[in-house]
Each structure stands twice: as C-alpha cells, then as structure tokens.
C-alpha cells in the first residue's frame, strides 16, 4: 500500500520528535463554549484529535480544553453540548480535560508578573480612546499618557481593578510592546479588561478577564501543548502568542502553526450567525437537521465515519477556499451505501389493487436482501398482498415511450416479487388518479418475463395490509446562494423559505414499525433516511429526517 504523503504540520511533528526537540506531542481542541460546534470544528477536532491516536507510540495526547475566560458568551449547557458531539465524532480526551477558567490565578500571576517588569501597564483611557490612537498600516499609534506610569502605581490599579473597585470599561490592562509595530497587534493589545458578570465555572470569584490572545498561550504553556495548532486568521496573532510565552514566567514553550478553517458552500459556520438562526427561530434549534452543527447533523442521520473520512479528504493546508457541499454529501452516501440496510418506503402513496389476487386476503412473503453492497447483512421478508401502496410518480396515465413504469397495459416488477401488468384505474372529481388496478403474472419472482412481456425497471412498494405511516422530513439547502456570508442584505436575505417539507402520510414496510431513534436506512430508489432522536417514539410515533438523497443535487 502506498504510504499517504503527510500535510506540512504533520511533517513538523514528525521532524520535531525525530530530532529529539519533544520527546511527545501534545495537541488540544479548544472551543469556547459560546456555541455548539460544527462541521469546521469536526476538521480541529479530527485533526488534533488524530494527530494524538497517530503518535500513540509515543504517547501523544490530545487535551479538549473550554477556552472559557469571557463570561459574558458562555453557558454550561455549550459545555455539555461539547462533550457530546465530540464523543460522538469517535474521540476520547481521556484525562485530559481542562477549563482555562481554571487557569484565572495563573493568568493574574503572569500579569502582575509583567507589570513589574515594566511590559504591562494599567491604562485609563476608553476603549474607544485606545482604538483612536492605535493609528493604522501607515501611521503609527501614539503612547498612551498612562504608558509610562510607575509600576507600583499599576500594581495597586491592577489588584483594585480585580478587587472590583471599579466599572466595566473604566480602565484595562496592557501590553508594552511597540506602538509603531507594522503589526497592529503588537501595538500595546490590551490583556485585560473589567467585566462585572457572573462566570459559569468561577461565578463571582473575578471582575477582571483575560483577553484571548493573552490566555490563550499561557493556556498551551500551562498544559505543555507542544504544537498549537490554529486556523489561519491567527496568523498574524503569532508574534504576540510568542512574546506572550518569551516574557511570562511559563513552564513549556508551545508552538502556534496556522492552517486553513474549513469553509461549506450554501451555509454559514459563524456560531454568531448560528445563534441568530435558533434564537429568531428561523431553525428549530442548534440541533436542527438543515444546520452545519453537528448535533444537527448527527440528527439528520450523517454518520460520524463519514464526517471523518471527509475532514481527512479535505486536508490540511494553508490555502482558504470554500468546499462543495457535493464532498460532504458523497462522504455521507459512501458510508451509507456500504452500512445502511435497505427497506422499503413509499413518500407519495398510490394504492394498487392486484385484482386476480386470491381473495381470502392472504398475504405471502417474499426474501429480499438487506444491502445488495454488503452480503453480509442478509436477507429479510416482507409481506406481500392483494393491496399494495406504490409511489404516485411511478404510475403515467399516458406514459411516453421511454417511461419503462407503470401505465395502462403496462407491466413492471414489483422489487422482490411478482411481474404486475396494469389493467386499469380510477379518478375522483378532481381528475386525480385514486386507484390502480394490475393483475400479477405468477411464477415470475426472481425470473425472466414470460414471452410477450416487456418489463423494463423494478420499483419498490409496500404491502398496504401490514404497512405502517409514518412522518418523512425532507430538507434542502438552508440558503439559497452558495456565499450567504457576501449576500449584499446580509445573509438571513438568502434563507431558502422551502428548506423543509414535511410528509405525514409515508407508508413503510411493516419492519419499520418498532426501529429505535438515530436508526440509517436506505429506502429503496428514494434515498437515505434516519429516524429523529428527537419526535421519533419507538413502536409510538414514526419520524423519519432524509439524511441524503441517492443522487447528487448540489451540482445541477
Ligand atoms: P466562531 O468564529 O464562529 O466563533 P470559533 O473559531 O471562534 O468560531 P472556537 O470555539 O474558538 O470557535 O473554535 C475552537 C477551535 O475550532 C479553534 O481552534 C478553531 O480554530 C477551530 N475551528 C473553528 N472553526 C473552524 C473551521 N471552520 N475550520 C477549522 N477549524 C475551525
Ligand atoms: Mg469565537
Ligand atoms: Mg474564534
């Protein structure tokens, strides 16, 4: 077998552990818990998470720390939601994990550790005075009045600002850096700011939190992370991640490598804009199956095999570029086709009467297989009867030539069963075709048509005696535009209003009664589905979501 080509950060570990540089690797996923996650996060969590399971010969690991210092944004019920979806995904942090607002007295402690040596200062000016005079790409930033104020008078600012003497905004802590640096992150970035709000893991313990860019080193340094790994927007954050680590008192030397974020077409991944959908209720939750989360998906049947071979198709690079929906989508048909068992299910039902069927109502079975790809999954039987349900579209009443389905003196099989030839049907007032009448040919299961027969396809049916209804879900795209993040009114303009419809009236075959919740199937010619983890009411109520249709449709 061909050995895979490593991606450029793979590459670096490999070299850093070979020449001795770490003896270990140590990664972590670190999301703030201001959101559940999506599919962007998957690519962080497979790629850290990964990169731990690979280098188990060395014991690697890979920590899920909640990067969890702004208490104004965060929840515990994000925290659980975390956890879950990352379990979900295959991935076991094991013992490693961590909360940075565990970290508060270190973070403090390295502050104070900076304003005595003359790098950090209290400053008084507003938000809004500091922003004015950070200057631009061209300019440079002007000091501060309060930059070079004695440290003792920071020291006893700095304890009082965290003693809680004073109003959110009403002074910050900063960097000493260089306020004419090329890099505007460099020019004295505020450490730490006032915030007077209740902290989900500290409560009231601290008015005073660290900005990310500060915590977030101290948190790798804190946690011997040897390879930081961030998506590109950090790039130009890395030289104050580095003097953050050179000049506070730290007990490893992280590294921060940049790659790209992955981006879906025909959605957004902002948990912003993703809390807006569920919060103006335009989605019916962050677990609704048309939204990129992964909760969202989990529920509409993508399962987590599938999520990770296409984060691992997709790659690590440092190029931003936006991937097709259509990728994701034939991951998830890829593994469905080869692990979900077929059954039959008819969305938009047409009853068929088999006229010469004995008439005592008996119903006979028939043997299907269970997935044609994978002979392993055996063979089941369903029944098959004098009334059967076909799907409407399946049915012409006055076909052209090339529709090899069913229409007047038409013939076609029934999948698994008996050739059928239509000998008639009805209407009601409203000229909508009610009923078929057909008359099966027998002896023609899982054999040739007689002479004189000409039957061209096989569709798929149910036993209209022993079916069960159920409510099917079909979902579209949830934006209508391929970049609803550039649509000029913003992104909720793109919203695609027909995103779900719902059917009540499916008619499954009788196996389907009693399946439990998050249950895959294909349906046979109609694509694949799964049963709600949330309506669906095993042997109660049957709800299906359809995960994905046989066919591609992004692309047309
Ligand atoms: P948002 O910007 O929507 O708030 P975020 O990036 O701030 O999302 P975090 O909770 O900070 O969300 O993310 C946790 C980790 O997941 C980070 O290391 C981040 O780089 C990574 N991540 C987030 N989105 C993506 C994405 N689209 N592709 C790859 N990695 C991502
Ligand atoms: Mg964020
Ligand atoms: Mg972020």
């Known amino acids: 077998e061909k050995k895979e080509k490593l991606d450029f950060i793979r590459e670096i570990i490999a070299k850093d552990l070979k020449s001795g540089k770490h003896d270990t690797v140590v990664t972590r996923f670190p999301p703030e818990p201001n959101g559940y996650l999506h599919i962007g996060h998957a690519k962080a969590i497979c790629f850290n998470f990964g990169i731990a399971q690979e280098n188990q010969d060395v014991n690697a690991r890979c920590h899920l720390r909640f990067d969890d210092t702004n208490p104004a944004k965060e929840e515990a019920e994000y925290v659980d939601s975390i956890k879950k979806d990352v379990s979900w995904?295959?991935?076991d942090w094991g013992e490693n994990l961590y909360f940075a607002s565990d970290y508060f007295d270190f973070f403090y402690d390295c502050a104070v550790h900076l304003i005595k040596e003359g790098k950090a200062y209290v400053d008084e000016q507003s938000l809004e005075e500091i922003r004015e005079t950070r200057g631009n790409v061209t300019t440079p930033g002007t000091h501060s009045p309060f930059r070079d104020r004695p440290v003792e008078e920071s020291l006893d600012l700095f304890a009082r600002m965290k003693a809680g003497e004073f109003e959110n905004g009403k002074m910050v802590l900063r960097a000493k850096i260089d306020m004419s640096s090329?890099?505007?992150?460099?020019?004295d970035p505020v450490m730490y700011r006032i915030v007077n709000t209740p902290h989900h893991n500290t409560g009231d313990s601290w008015c005073i939190y660290p900005m990310y860019d500060f915590a977030h080193p101290l948190e790798d340094a804190k946690e011997h992370i040897t390879h930081s790994l961030c998506?590109?927007?950090?790039?130009?954050?890395?030289?104050?991640?580095?003097?953050?680590?050179?000049?506070?008192p730290v007990p490893s030397q992280p590294r921060q490598i940049e790659f790209s974020r992955l981006n879906l077409s025909y959605t957004v991944m902002s948990k912003r804009k993703l809390l807006q959908l569920v919060e103006e209720g335009r989605v019916s939750g962050w677990n609704d199956p048309r939204l990129p989360?992964?909760?969202?998906?989990?529920?509409?049947?993508?399962?987590?095999?599938?999520?990770?071979?296409?984060?691992?198709?997709?790659?690590?690079?440092k190029v931003n570029s936006v991937t097709d929906m259509s990728i994701l989508e034939a991951e998830i048909r890829n593994e469905l086709n080869q692990n979900a068992e077929r059954r039959m299910g008819v969305l938009d039902p047409l009853k068929v009467v088999i006229t010469n069927w004995p008439s005592d109502d008996h119903s006979e079975k028939v043997t299907v297989p269970n997935n044609p790809a994978n002979d392993a999954a055996g063979t089941r039987e369903v029944s098959l009867g004098k009334e059967i349900w076909i799907e409407r579209d399946d049915f012409m009443e006055d076909p052209p030539k090339k529709f090899f389905r069913l229409g007047p003196d038409r013939s076609v099989r029934l999948r698994g069963g008996y050739i059928i030839t239509c000998t008639g049907f009805e209407k009601n007032d409203a000229g909508e075709v009610t009923e078929i009448h057909c008359e099966f040919i027998p002896d023609t299961i899982g054999k040739d048509a007689p002479e004189g027969i000409r039957c061209r396809a096989a569709i798929?049916?149910?036993?209209?005696?022993?079916?069960?209804?159920?409510?099917?879900?079909?979902?579209?795209?949830?934006?209508?535009?391929?970049?609803?993040?550039?649509?000029?009114?913003g992104f909720l303009s793109c919203l695609n209003t027909d995103s779900l419809s719902v059917i009540t009236n499916a008619k499954l075959e009788a196996s389907l009664a009693?399946?439990?919740?998050?249950?895959?199937?294909?349906?046979?010619?109609?694509?694949?589905?799964?049963?709600?983890?949330?309506?669906?009411?095993?042997g109660e109520k049957i709800v299906f979501n359809r995960t994905v249709a046989l066919k591609d449709s992004w692309r047309s």
């Not at 149910?462 to 550039?486: G, M, Q």
Request: with cysteine.
């Open 89 to 91: 995904l295959g991935f």
């Open 182 to 187: 090329s890099n505007m992150n460099m020019r």
């Open 231 to 248: 998506t590109l927007e950090f790039e130009n954050h890395r030289p104050l991640y580095e003097w953050a680590i050179e000049n506070c």
């Open 514 to 538: 009693d399946v439990p919740a998050e249950a895959v199937f294909q349906f046979e010619r109609v694509g694949y589905f799964c049963t709600d983890n949330v309506d669906h009411v095993t």
């Open 460 to 489: 798929h049916w149910v036993d209209a005696a022993t079916a069960v209804t159920a409510e099917v879900r079909l979902y579209d795209r949830l934006f209508s535009e391929e970049n609803p993040d550039a649509a000029e009114d």
């Open 293 to 317: 989360t992964l909760s969202g998906m989990r529920r509409r049947g993508y399962q987590p095999a599938a999520i990770r071979s296409f984060c691992h198709r997709v790659g690590i690079t």
